[in-house]
């Protein structure tokens, strides 16, 4: 889908060419997804193993025993608990073949299984079981190398890799508790121009509606009645937000000037939020990290310390949203 080139307003978004380059190529969407589980276990991604690779890894949410599921040189993303915690779906790139397919394996990292089948220059990426563990929304990005503007688009596939269906235009998505609405990110016409806003629609793709002008991958609560999002804060960094489900009383839960906060996801009981913190200004190689706070933003306090870079996030979506800015004009 093709759109007149606007700027963006998202100033913030000029942090992420940094990123890209601390991961690897900027040509290549390399921001990682994570989906909290149970209390026992979260999900993470950590270049622990080598400079290169990115591993899969569980992690106790004090930050204790972490265990790298993955353990190979390739670069594995996104990883998400299937409703049971006996499976995790995640994307894998192919750099020699410019693609990232989604992929199933079992809880302890054993028997990989493909899902789809890109084309050359396409990624795939952020995978999200339905509740009843029987779907996976997902999305992909194609490669802004030889296209006119980014295009990306989101799809829901059987956990058999069968029964793939096009929703739409999007990224990101994430399933309400219930099975009834999925949230995720789309570029839409504000008052500031061609803003990435929050949606939210029918598993079938229809009833698509803005709910947030500005957020940017947005989760639910436990119970269904907030979202977490990423949004535009004080000085045009990144913080987080959290928003009742109607999309009223939006309230700030971040505010850190030379931060950026992104992948915010809700601990099980719903009273902790996990979140990815990358510093925007630093001295020498920054370093991104798992956090934890309090669901009022207070005691914020790191899981993950050291030399490597560990995110839980949003997948592909933040650098996807980079590229589309920039054809767009941003």
């Known amino acids: 889908m093709h759109h007149e080139r606007r700027s963006s307003p998202w100033r913030w978004l000029i942090a992420l060419p ?16 994570a989906e909290v589980g149970k209390p026992e276990k979260l999900l993470f991604v950590s270049s622990r193993a080598g ?3 990115f591993n899969i890894f569980t992690i106790n949410p004090d930050g204790s025993e972490p265990v790298n599921l993955t353990k190979s040189s390739a670069m594995e993303l996104d990883p998400a608990w299937s409703p049971d915690h006996t499976r995790i779906a995640f994307a894998a790139v192919d750099p020699a073949k410019k693609r990232a397919d989604i992929y199933v394996m079992k809880a ?11 084309s050359s220059g396409a990624y795939a990426f952020a995978p999200a079981w339905s509740p009843d563990g029987r779907q996976i929304a997902y999305s992909t990005i194609q490669d802004p190398k030889g296209v ?8 829901l596939i059987g956990v ?11 990224m990101t998505p994430l399933w309400s508790p219930d099975g009834t609405k999925l949230a995720f990110t789309a570029f839409s016409n504000t008052a500031k121009g061609e803003t990435p806003s929050t949606y939210v629609m029918a598993p079938d793709g229809t009833a698509r509606k803005r709910l947030v002008e500005d957020g940017v991958a947005a989760a ?17 960094q990144a913080d987080l937000f959290v928003i009742d489900a109607n999309g009223a009383r939006r309230t700030a839960l971040t505010h850190t000037p030379n931060e950026m906060e992104f992948g915010a996801r809700w601990s099980a009981d719903g ?6 913190r990358f510093p925007t200004v630093s001295q020498g190689a920054p370093r991104a990290r798992v956090y934890l706070m ?9 899981l993950t310390d050291g030399d490597s870079v560990e995110f839980m996030g949003v997948g592909f979506g933040l650098i996807a949203m980079m590229s589309e800015a920039a054809g767009r004009g941003g």
């Open 108 to 118: 302890d990292g054993s028997e990989r299984t493909r899902l789809t089948d890109t």
């Open 271 to 276: 009273k902790q939020i996990f979140f990815t």
């Open 148 to 155: 006119a503007v980014t295009r990306v688009a989101l799809f």
């Open 220 to 236: 639910w609560s436990p119970d269904g009645k907030r979202l977490l999002f990423m949004g535009e804060g004080g000085g045009s």
């Open 160 to 170: 058999d890799g069968k029964s793939k269906k096009s929703l739409g235009e999007g």
């Open 18 to 33: 940094a990123l890209a380059l601390l991961i690897g190529t900027a040509a290549l969407p390399r921001l990682l997804a």
């Open 294 to 302: 309090h669901v009022d933003g207070s005691h914020v306090k790191p």
């Open 51 to 53: 400079a290169k690779s």
